[in-house]
């Protein structure tokens, strides 16, 4: 109560607090109730402010005097035996203080032997715990406490409970203690809750002047103040957010018109005449042509084959439309045959809903001219011209996927116009059908009949106006100048059908039909018939069933059976097949195609030049050396150039004269050709250039073009043996059995090369060594080797060849000369030099000798000389002929053999250029 009292919970009046004490009401002590466990300032106003707002149940007081009687008797009792329990104030009036538990055990004590005394009146088991109980329970009985109790059904005795609440003191009258004010009695039936009654004079000090309401009003919880569910806030947003919905769709509506209205105001679509440069494109006559704007019919048949031939972004030939430039931009511009025009709301609209269309098969409307009396139309200018033009064009081809992109766009266009604000065109037709540069057809002329309306009338003649008229639904026809002006969904639908003819055709709306305009319409008007005059579809029998069919549908006399262009699109879309979507890109994956045919055709014709080059090269490089080839090939002149120390080869067959004589040519070339093929296998293993072979002749020569030291020398004597050696066992194939009787010279000395001639440039080599080399050759003797002086000189300094001295020969201009036959050679001395060279400089001496690749095979069959440095012992040797397969295969030359030899070779015609001079005269000092 303390603590309610001070967090100011009992200011409200609101709560009241009912307690429960269990001891029995204290009427000697009021003030008891105050105390808390500890606290026992009990006369604090705050505390008896506090309990006010209480009241207590409690045990009632004994109920006197029937109480003192009891407890007297108690005492009493207590005195008597079996208990003996002296009280020695007994004689002073002393009594002991019974306390009421005595009195509850007296009440239970007596409640039990009444029970049990009831059994025996109904002679039951007073031992059966249960019936004992049943008696006890449901009894009303005067306790000894001085009221009626009564055990309830769960067999707890149900009190005398008193009911206590604050009153001011009786001894004090400024102090508050608790008192009685009522009681719970048991009413007459028992049954019922003990009902409370105020003892006489009893009330309560209620804090508000009566009781407090046993429950809130509103329950404990609130429950009982639920208010019922209402939808107010949900109602109230939803309005809130209807009209802000409302707010926004109006403001933006309002928005809208005002933007539409500024737009409509602005005239965005306005074009100042003096914006538009005619200039640029046209001078003179053509100028002419642009004032003339809208007179253009008569010219558009003559011209307009022109502008098709020309592929270029602009041509200045189009004569059939007046061009200018507008912002940079190129554009088509129509006159309209107006004096001045109103510009009326309708028509502020229309030219605006035309300035808006945007789609890739429209031709865009890029404004008018009001600017009397230029009025005039501006649109976006298409390079190719009409659709018209193209297909009168003989020049181009029109394939299957050119004609499918063209009428797909028309399509394309058609369907965007019939779903646009300008909803049909009214008059479409092939020449308002327009192709850009880049291949794609758009739509033009639609729309703008209100900006037209009143054009005066065009004087283009009967012809021109008739045919205008040829794509013109019958429907349309029929209601002569009250057909509305935009046309119909269906009337555009019959106009395509005409153009698809026109396309598939190529002749023209109406084939080969050879009557005027004129007439055609009107027997396409007054059709009475069964059939409606058509164009012949018999003139399209190589188009596919899908195109005529489609055709006929489209131009069918009832409109209303005509096909939409959504549907023309689905059925006509296997002409698609395998198309990308506009005709550029189709061209774009033609090229492509073509492109990467033609990088391979580069690539394989790359090939076989390069081929074909090295053919030549190779070619150039049989005929020249290559040091000389590549700076022919440069572009540079080869001058002559001269060598200190060459060596030179000569050969030729002996009797090669008198066997040709016996041959046919064609034996003597191919005897010819199998022997220099031979030759030339060999030479190749050496470090030797081949000069040339004139005849039977064959020269090559060593150091040179490449020099190599004294080289050369050896080079030339090992492959003259090769050469000897492989001469013994040709076979050759005219005269079996013969051996050919090679005649070798050579020599070394000083020489001077060079390019001579131009048309057949051939190495020639220049000098004194040269002659000397073919004097050798001519002196010599068939199937020996013929060495002068010099180039023994230089064998010797390179040694392992054995040369046996012939002895003095006489030759012109030179006079005696001790020459040698080289017989012999040690091929590893060779080897053993050539590798030298090599650990040197890192190169071979001649490119194919030793290539590491393949295994060295030059001399490969020839036998060995041991270290020939003793000529003495090597040419006993040699005699002995044992040591080397020339000389044991051949014949030991003496004297008599070299006469004899000389003989055969008599009477041979040299026609050697290098060598001029031939010595007859052999004469062996040996
Ligand atoms: N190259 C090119 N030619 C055009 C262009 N506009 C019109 N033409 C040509 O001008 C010819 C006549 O066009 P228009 O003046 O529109 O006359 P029409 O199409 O026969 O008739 P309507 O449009 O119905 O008046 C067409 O056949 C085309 O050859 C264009 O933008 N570029
Ligand atoms: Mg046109």
């Known amino acids: 109560m303390d603590h309610l009292y001070d967090r100011g919970l009992l200011d409200t009046e609101e709560y009241f607090v009912v307690g429960v004490h269990l001891g029995h009401y204290n009427s000697k002590d009021p003030q008891i109730y105050f105390k808390g466990i500890l606290d026992q300032n009990v006369t604090s106003e705050h505390i008896q402010n506090a309990f006010k707002h209480f009241i207590g149940v409690v045990h009632s007081a004994p109920v006197y005097p029937e109480y003192d009687t009891f407890s007297r008797l108690v005492n009493i009792y207590l005195e008597a035996p079996p208990f003996e329990f002296p009280n020695h104030f007994i004689n002073v009036g002393g009594q002991k203080i019974i306390k009421p538990e005595a009195a509850y055990l007296y009440d239970a004590v007596w409640m039990y032997a009444e029970a049990v005394h009831e059994c025996i009146l109904e002679n039951r088991d007073y031992n059966n715990g249960t019936l004992i109980i049943d008696k006890i329970k449901h009894n009303t009985y005067k306790s000894a406490m001085g009221y009626m109790l009564r055990i309830n059904e769960v067999g707890d005795s149900e009190g005398n409970y008193s009911l206590i609440a604050r009153d001011i003191l009786e001894e004090d009258p400024t102090q508050y203690g608790m008192y009685p004010v009522g009681v719970f009695r048991l009413n007459e039936n028992l049954t019922a809750l003990p009902a409370f009654h105020f003892y006489e004079g009893g009330f309560i000090d209620w804090p508000d002047g009566s009781p407090p309401i046993d429950e809130p009003p509103c329950g404990f919880r609130g429950e009982k103040c639920i208010p019922p569910k209402t939808y107010t806030k949900e109602i109230l947003a939803g309005v809130g957010g209807g009209l802000v919905l409302i707010v926004t769709v109006v403001g933006y509506l309002v928005y809208r018109n005002w933007k539409y209205e500024n737009e409509l105001a602005s005239l965005l679509w306005k074009i100042d005449y003096r914006d538009i440069d005619f200039k640029d494109h046209f001078s003179g006559?053509?100028?002419?042509?642009?004032?003339?704007?809208?007179?253009?019919?008569?010219?558009?048949?003559?011209?307009?084959?022109?502008?098709?031939?020309?592929?270029?972004?602009?041509?200045?030939?189009?004569?059939?439309?007046?061009?200018?430039?507008?912002?940079?931009?190129?554009?088509?511009?129509?006159?309209?045959?107006?004096?001045?025009?109103?510009?009326?709301?309708?028509?502020?609209?229309?030219?605006?809903?035309?300035?808006?269309?945007?789609?890739?098969?429209?031709?865009?409307?890029?404004?008018?001219?009001?600017?009397?009396?230029?009025?005039?139309?501006?649109?976006?200018?298409?390079?190719?011209?009409?659709?018209?033009?193209?297909?009168?064009?003989?020049?181009?081809?029109?394939?299957?996927?050119?004609?499918?992109?063209?009428?797909?766009?028309?399509?394309?266009?058609?369907i965007y116009l019939h779903e646009s604000e300008i909803r049909t065109h009214g008059k479409l037709k092939s020449s308002n059908c327009l192709v850009d540069n880049r291949w794609v057809l758009k739509i033009a002329d639609f729309g703008l009949h209100e900006f037209m309306k009143g054009e005066d009338e065009d004087d283009e003649g009967d012809f021109a106006k008739y045919r205008n008229m040829l794509w013109k639904a019958p429907e349309l026809l029929r209601m002569g100048c009250l057909a509305p002006r935009r046309g119909s969904h269906e009337g555009d639908v019959y106009s395509f059908a005409i153009i698809l003819y026109e396309t598939h055709g190529r002749?023209?709306?109406?084939?080969?039909?050879?009557?005027?305009?004129?007439?055609?319409?009107?027997?396409?008007?007054?059709?009475?018939?069964?059939?409606?005059?058509?164009?012949?579809?018999?003139?399209?029998?190589?188009?596919?069933?899908?195109?005529?069919?489609?055709?006929?549908?489209?131009?069918?006399?009832?409109?209303?059976?005509?096909?939409?262009?959504?549907?023309?699109?689905?059925?006509?879309?296997?002409?698609?097949?395998?198309?990308?979507?506009?005709?550029?890109?189709?061209?774009?994956?033609?090229?492509?195609?073509?492109?990467?045919?033609?990088?391979?055709?580069?690539?394989?014709?790359?090939?076989?030049?390069?081929?074909?080059?090295?053919?030549?090269?190779?070619?150039?490089?049989?005929?020249?050396?290559?040091?000389?080839?590549?700076?022919?090939?440069?572009?540079?002149?080869?001058?002559?150039?001269?060598?200190?120390?060459?060596?030179?080869?000569?050969?030729?067959?002996?009797?090669?004269?008198?066997?040709?004589?016996?041959?046919?040519?064609?034996?003597?070339?191919?005897?010819?050709?199998?022997?220099?093929?031979?030759?030339?296998?060999?030479?190749?293993?050496?470090?030797?250039?081949?000069?040339?072979?004139?005849?039977?002749?064959?020269?090559?020569?060593?150091?040179?073009?490449?020099?190599?030291?004294?080289?050369?020398?050896?080079?030339?004597?090992?492959?003259?043996?090769?050469?000897?050696?492989?001469?013994?066992?040709?076979?050759?194939?005219?005269?079996?059995?013969?051996?050919?009787?090679?005649?070798?010279?050579?020599?070394?000395?000083?020489?001077?090369?060079?390019?001579?001639?131009?048309?057949?440039?051939?190495?020639?080599?220049?000098?004194?060594?040269?002659?000397?080399?073919?004097?050798?050759?001519?002196?010599?003797?068939?199937?020996?080797?013929?060495?002068?002086?010099?180039?023994?000189?230089?064998?010797?300094?390179?040694?392992?060849?054995?040369?046996?001295?012939?002895?003095?020969?006489?030759?012109?201009?030179?006079?005696?000369?001790?020459?040698?036959?080289?017989?012999?050679?040690?091929?590893?001395?060779?080897?053993?030099?050539?590798?030298?060279?090599?650990?040197?400089?890192?190169?071979?001496?001649?490119?194919?000798?030793?290539?590491?690749?393949?295994?060295?095979?030059?001399?490969?069959?020839?036998?060995?000389?041991?270290?020939?440095?003793?000529?003495?012992?090597?040419?006993?040797?040699?005699?002995?002929?044992?040591?080397?397969?020339?000389?044991?295969?051949?014949?030991?030359?003496?004297?008599?053999?070299?006469?004899?030899?000389?003989?055969?070779?008599?009477?041979?015609?040299?026609?050697?250029?290098?060598?001029?001079?031939?010595?007859?005269?052999?004469?062996?000092?040996?």
């Open 285 to 414: 006559t053509m100028n002419s042509k642009c004032t003339n704007m809208g007179r253009r019919t008569a010219i558009v048949r003559v011209n307009s084959q022109m502008s098709l031939a020309s592929q270029g972004e602009f041509d200045f030939r189009q004569l059939f439309t007046c061009v200018a430039t507008y912002r940079g931009m190129i554009v088509a511009v129509r006159k309209v045959r107006k004096k001045h025009i109103e510009l009326t709301r309708d028509i502020k609209k229309e030219l605006k809903v035309m300035r808006d269309l945007r789609h890739d098969n429209i031709n865009p409307f890029i404004g008018a001219c009001l600017d009397a009396p230029n009025v005039l139309v501006v649109t976006a200018y298409c390079g190719k011209g009409s659709l018209q033009d193209l297909l009168e064009n003989d020049d181009i081809q029109l394939d299957d996927m050119f004609r499918a992109s063209l009428v797909f766009d028309i399509i394309r266009g058609m």
């Open 507 to 926: 002749k023209g709306p109406y084939g080969d039909i050879d009557l005027p305009p004129k007439e055609i319409i009107s027997r396409v008007t007054n059709y009475l018939g069964d059939s409606p005059f058509r164009p012949h579809l018999g003139a399209l029998d190589t188009s596919p069933k899908i195109v005529t069919d489609i055709i006929k549908d489209c131009w069918d006399e009832d409109p209303v059976k005509r096909p939409d262009f959504k549907t023309i699109r689905n059925r006509l879309k296997p002409m698609q097949k395998g198309m990308k979507a506009n005709i550029l890109d189709n061209m774009i994956s033609i090229m492509e195609k073509y492109a990467s045919n033609l990088e391979a055709l580069v690539e394989e014709r790359t090939d076989q030049l390069r081929e074909e080059k090295k053919k030549t090269e190779d070619i150039l490089l049989q005929m020249l050396p290559k040091s000389v080839t590549e700076q022919l090939k440069r572009g540079k002149v080869v001058e002559a150039e001269s060598f200190d120390c060459v060596t030179i080869y000569f050969s030729d067959i002996c009797g090669f004269t008198a066997m040709s004589a016996d041959s046919s040519p064609l034996q003597v070339v191919s005897l010819l050709n199998d022997l220099y093929t031979l030759f030339d296998s060999i030479i190749e293993n050496y470090d030797v250039y081949k000069v040339e072979t004139i005849g039977d002749a064959y020269m090559v020569c060593s150091g040179l073009p490449k020099r190599n030291g004294i080289l050369h020398a050896g080079e030339i004597a090992s492959m003259s043996l090769h050469l000897l050696k492989e001469i013994k066992e040709f076979k050759n194939k005219s005269r079996p059995g013969e051996t050919l009787k090679l005649r070798i010279g050579i020599h070394s000395g000083p020489a001077v090369a060079g390019v001579v001639g131009l048309k057949m440039p051939r190495y020639c080599l220049f000098g004194d060594t040269v002659n000397t080399a073919s004097r050798m050759e001519s002196n010599g003797v068939a199937l020996k080797i013929h060495c002068s002086p010099q180039c023994k000189d230089l064998l010797d300094q390179l040694g392992g060849y054995v040369l046996k001295e012939r002895g003095l020969v006489a030759m012109k201009g030179k006079g005696e000369i001790l020459t040698y036959w080289l017989i012999g050679e040690n091929q590893q001395k060779r080897l053993r030099r050539l590798e030298s060279v090599y650990s040197e400089t890192g190169q071979w001496p001649h490119h194919s000798s030793f290539n590491t690749d393949e295994p060295i095979t030059f001399s490969s069959s020839l036998d060995y000389v041991d270290e020939a440095e003793d000529a003495e012992n090597t040419m006993q040797n040699a005699e002995d002929s044992n040591f080397h397969p020339l000389l044991q295969s051949s014949e030991t030359y003496g004297p008599e053999k070299v006469e004899e030899e000389e003989a055969l070779c008599n009477g041979r015609q040299r026609n050697d250029s290098s060598a001029n001079t031939h010595n007859k005269t052999v004469t062996d000092h040996n």
